[in-house]
Structures are given as structure tokens and as C-alpha cells.
């Protein structure tokens, strides 16, 4: 007898988040998925989050006789690219999201969905953002690639990440000496001038809306405050981080950290904690401090807390920048990737975003130099 068809469902986002938890989160653990961004409850907050009309979030489940087989959450929403307004199916995600994928049981369920996107006519781009290597969304592209359609992609955030070995000592031995020393100066220094430091964590409970808030006015004194992107700085982006605080506690998952110089919280970390791996979202500190190396000294405090804790692996997320150079040199490679309707607008789209501006900024480059 031969297997039931695999059909594929549009719900909502709410429907789906309700109903699919359970196979959602099993799937997405048997497939080796780890940390928050594939779990439903985060992804229902980021639906919250981005939810705006005429922003639609929406999720296509693949089933066989009603088992869940994979499931890819989009948002549907129109906009313009390249003056011509458009009809956008995008991965439900964002800035604030880090990476993206679907979750699937099986290859087959993959091709479902793929083919009820192409037979979906009401889309014009399908914009996937911040793949990690070897999504499973991977697997749709190259089916839509396999079949001609106008694709075109380009490297996003290079997240570094930082494997951390048994013991401290370890750890500190394959620092580069200069590094090591300018932090035993800078924390003397500190000492001395500020006061004894200490290391607080909170992981939920009674304290944690006033944790949340000192974090929060911490980022928001600093350049992100000036630049307008802290999370203080949005009413929105303050009630996502608090419901992504509350729901990870309830797992078990929040790590929040505080580097305290006396009785002052001056440095401040967003972090889950997931299957032995520390995910940072957000670091901040008092900028007063910033001579001592306040990020730096934090790091370690909290780097010589996790290897304690038997912890292996920090992800720095979000992209390269300065400050995370000394630490590691290990990174992870995420990507954006638009698929084109295969129309006359489609593929001049495609030709006019992935082959037209690219040679056009070249040539302004040679020209420039």
C-alpha cells in the first residue's frame, strides 16, 4: 500500500505556534538544530514582533495524514524593490532574529512546499535571510534553481563563535600574551581605582524585570542609545527582548549577566543558554569605563563562569566586528537568498539586483581609485 500524499496547509501564525509545538520542537532537535531561532516559541514572539498591516505571518506546514512533516514560517509583505512595488514572501525573520530556517522530517516534505510556492501565484520575490551553512532551506532553493528560476544571493553575517575547552587555565594558555596582559593591567587598574568586581547572573524570577531594565539602561547610555538602535530606544523592540527574557527563563534557558564594580552594574549581557552553547544577543557597558576594557574584562569573568559550569561553546552572533576579534578567530557564515518569479519583471529583477548594480558599483570602484 502506498504512503499517503504529503499536502501542504497555510495557518497562521497563532494557529501554528499553538498546535505544532510539540513536532515543531522535535524536529527541529532530531535534525540537530540548536539554540532558540528554530523553536516555535521563538518564532511566535518574532510573528509579534514583526506582525504589522499589511504585514501577514503565516506558516506552511507539510503533512502526511496529519503528521507534521516540515514547516517554513514566512511573512507575507509588500514592497518595493527597484521602484516597482512588489508582493514579498520573506523568512520570518529580522535584524534581531540572527538566522533563519524551515524544519523538516523528510526531503519529500521539502519538495511539497516547494511546489506549493511555485504554484502560489499571489508572491513575486521569496527572500530567505541569514541561512546558516547547511540549512534545510538550502534544499528549496536548489529546487527552484534546479527548475530555472532566476536566484541570486550574497554573504551575509560571518557570526563568530568561541569553543571553550575544560579548564581556565587552557583557555588563558592559548590567548596571545599581549591580550592577557593588557587585561591583567586593565583589572588592576580598575580595582584600584573603582572598586572589587564581581560577576552576577540572573536566570528568572522575582528580580528579573528590574535586571532587564538596568540592562536595558546600560545599552541605551552608549552608542547604541545615540545611534537610536538600542533596545530602550523602541517601545516594540523593548517588549520583544522582555517576552523573549520571560519565555527562555521559563525554559530554563535566560543567562543574564551582570558585571558588577562594587555595588554598580556596569557591564550587562542578553544571553541564553541552550544545550551547553551561550548564545550573546546583547553586551553593554558603562562607556565611563570603557579605558579599563569594561567589554573585555567581562568576557573573561563570564567565559571563566561557563567553563565552570561545563559549558562549550559561546556564539558571539550577529556579524564580525572589533571587539570580538581577540577573542576567536572561528566563524560561521550565514547568507541572504532571493528567489525571482520566472516572469519578464522577475528576471529583470534578478539580472538588474544580482548582475547590473554589482558591475555598476564595480565600475564606480575602478573609477574612484
Known amino acids: 500500500m502506498s504512503s499517503p500524499p504529503v499536502r501542504v496547509e497555510e495557518l497562521t501564525t497563532s494557529t501554528a505556534f499553538r498546535a505544532l509545538a510539540h513536532p515543531w520542537s522535535s524536529i527541529a532537535q532530531r535534525n540537530g538544530q540548536r539554540g532558540p531561532f528554530f523553536q516555535p516559541g521563538w518564532l511566535a514572539i518574532t510573528a509579534r514582533a514583526l506582525e504589522s498591516p499589511p504585514r501577514q505571518p503565516f506558516v506552511l506546514a507539510a503533512h502526511r495524514a496529519g503528521q507534521p512533516l516540515a514547516l517554513l514560517p514566512l511573512l507575507r509583505e509588500r514592497r518595493t524593490i527597484g521602484?516597482?512595488?512588489?508582493?514579498?514572501?520573506?523568512?520570518?525573520?529580522?535584524?534581531?532574529?540572527q538566522r533563519f530556517d524551515l524544519v523538516a522530517a523528510e526531503n519529500p516534505a521539502i519538495d511539497a512546499l516547494a511546489h506549493?510556492?511555485?504554484?502560489?501565484?499571489?508572491?513575486?520575490?521569496?527572500?530567505?535571510?541569514?541561512?546558516?551553512?547547511?540549512?534545510?532551506?538550502?534544499?528549496?532553493?536548489?529546487?527552484?534553481?534546479?527548475?530555472?528560476?532566476?536566484?541570486?544571493?550574497?554573504?551575509?553575517?560571518?557570526?563568530?563563535?568561541?569553543?571553550?575547552?575544560?579548564?581556565?587555565?587552557?583557555?588563558?594558555?592559548?590567548?596571545?600574551?599581549?591580550?592577557?596582559?593588557?587585561?591583567?593591567?586593565?583589572?588592576?587598574?580598575?580595582?584600584e581605582q573603582e572598586g572589587p568586581i564581581a560577576l552576577e547572573r540572573i536566570t528568572g524570577g522575582r528580580l528579573l524585570d528590574r535586571a532587564l531594565e538596568d540592562g536595558f539602561a546600560l545599552e541605551a547610555a552608549g552608542?547604541?542609545?545615540?545611534?537610536?538602535?538600542?533596545?530602550?530606544?523602541?517601545?516594540?523592540?523593548r517588549a520583544?527582548?522582555?517576552?523573549?527574557?520571560?519565555?527562555?527563563?521559563?525554559?530554563?534557558?535566560?543567562?543574564?549577566?551582570?558585571?558588577?564594580?562594587?555595588?554598580?552594574?556596569?557591564?550587562?549581557?542578553?544571553?541564553?543558554?541552550?544545550?551547553?552553547?551561550?548564545?550573546?544577543?546583547?553586551?553593554?557597558?558603562?562607556?565611563?569605563?570603557?579605558?579599563?576594557?569594561?567589554?573585555?574584562?567581562?568576557?573573561?569573568?563570564?567565559?571563566?563562569?561557563?567553563?565552570?559550569?561545563?559549558?562549550?561553546?559561546v556564539d558571539l552572533l550577529g556579524d564580525r566586528m572589533e571587539w570580538k576579534q581577540p577573542w576567536t578567530t572561528d566563524e560561521q557564515a550565514h547568507r541572504w537568498v532571493h528567489i525571482f518569479r520566472p516572469t519578464p519583471i522577475g528576471k529583470a529583477l534578478a539580472a538588474w539586483k544580482y548582475q547590473l548594480v554589482p558591475w555598476v558599483g564595480a565600475l564606480w570602484r575602478r573609477v574612484a581609485a
Open 116 to 191: 506549493h510556492l511555485a504554484a502560489d501565484r499571489r508572491w513575486n520575490v521569496l527572500e530567505l535571510r541569514d541561512l546558516p551553512p547547511a540549512a534545510a532551506a538550502e534544499q528549496i532553493v536548489a529546487w527552484f534553481e534546479q527548475r530555472g528560476w532566476p536566484i541570486g544571493s550574497w554573504p551575509s553575517q560571518r557570526s563568530p563563535y568561541l569553543r571553550l575547552p575544560v579548564s581556565h587555565a587552557e583557555f588563558v594558555a592559548h590567548q596571545p600574551a599581549k591580550f592577557r596582559a593588557n587585561l591583567r593591567r586593565r583589572r588592576r587598574s580598575l580595582i
Open 240 to 313: 520583544r527582548y522582555r517576552a523573549i527574557a520571560h519565555w527562555a527563563a521559563h525554559r530554563r534557558e535566560l543567562s543574564l549577566h551582570f558585571l558588577r564594580v562594587g555595588e554598580r552594574r556596569v557591564g550587562f549581557h542578553f544571553a541564553l543558554e541552550v544545550e551547553g552553547c551561550y548564545y550573546l544577543f546583547k553586551p553593554a557597558y558603562e562607556e565611563r569605563l570603557a579605558r579599563f576594557g569594561i567589554g573585555h574584562l567581562m568576557m573573561d569573568e563570564v567565559v571563566q563562569s561557563l567553563i565552570a559550569r561545563r559549558l562549550h561553546t
Open 83 to 97: 521602484s516597482i512595488p512588489l508582493q514579498v514572501y520573506r523568512s520570518l525573520s529580522d535584524d534581531h532574529s
Open 223 to 237: 552608542w547604541k542609545g545615540r545611534l537610536g538602535t538600542a533596545i530602550a530606544g523602541d517601545p516594540k523592540r
